[in-house]
């Protein structure tokens, strides 16, 4: 199984970016989708999740600013991230899970710049 996370990079405050997390390897329509982050000298952070039938859920800090999608033809979830403020500032990481199957990618480094 291998995840591959893309799409981030520097943004300015108030800027957008889009991550892209494709998988293979596995049957991606099972399995939940989902996009944590870590911050330096943070935990790591819960930042959203979608079912395989495409229900979101988001964490409070970025409902509202950040969207989770996914296309279950091309193995691929997506995070929209608008609005972006500095404390957004993180690696994020998208993993896949069922049951009692669990695959993490390798992060992609988000940075805001005030």
């Known amino acids: 199984v291998q995840l591959q996370a893309s799409g981030g990079g520097l943004v300015q405050a108030g800027g957008s970016l889009r991550l892209s997390c494709a998988a293979s390897g596995l049957m991606f329509s099972y399995f939940y989708m989902n996009w944590y982050r870590q911050a330096p000298g943070k935990q790591r952070e819960l930042v959203a999740i979608?079912?395989?039938?495409?229900?979101?859920h988001y964490a409070d800090s970025v409902k509202g600013r950040f969207t989770i999608s996914r296309d279950n033809a091309k193995n691929t979830v997506y995070l929209q991230m608008n609005s972006l403020k500095p404390e957004d500032t993180a690696i994020y990481y998208c993993?896949?899970?069922?049951?009692?199957?669990?695959?993490w990618g390798q992060g992609t480094l988000v940075t805001v710049s005030s």
């Open positions: 993993i896949a899970y069922y049951n009692s199957y669990n695959y």
């Open positions: 979608i079912s395989g039938d495409g229900n979101p």
